[in-house]
């Protein structure tokens, strides 16, 4: 997949470049990313430079994961991270952080939309995934009101730093944004 740019009223959503190094480091200096997100803890400037200089680049280039940096289109400043990584079949897992000073606007609300509608309209999602540790009340807030259906709880569902947790689950469809899919969906009868 070609890196690719979108934009939203507030947003500027672009690949990460060697030039956010320091704005992600600092970023994950907070304990919530940490605690509630698979990066390394301590965070250090090591595992900032392999995010944007490789981990980022093999993503897009091998269409495994595609992260962007969320930015305000007025300063430019960062302020979330969100990532679709490819399941197969047409599945996708969507996941993010905000910057601390940053929480509370609908910045990330805003940008898992943007993401959503690309992948469905043009990286042949059929069906978008969210899933965080039982607890996460910010990250599900973010899921539900961006359109996620939670379809509940996987016991032992999450790994997270050597130890298993229970996780929610939800999807988004492209039928839950009004578009259409390749493949015709049958839901189950109730």
Known sequence: MEPTILTTERLLLRPFEPA???AVLHACQDPDIQRWTPIPSPYEREHAEGFVHRIV????RFDTVY????LTRDSGELVAAISSISRGEGAAEVGYWAA???RGRGYVTEAVGAVAHWAFTTAGVE???WRAEVGNDASRAVAEKAGFVIEGVQRSG???KGVRRDGWTGALLPSDL???TARPYLPART
């Open 20 to 22: 956010d190094t320091d």
């Open 158 to 160: 999450i790994a997270n």
């Open 100 to 102: 601390k000073q940053h």
């Open 67 to 70: 992260a962007f940096a969320v």
């Open 178 to 180: 009004g578009l259409p």
């Open 57 to 60: 680049p093999d993503g897009w």
């Open 127 to 129: 069906r978008l995934e």
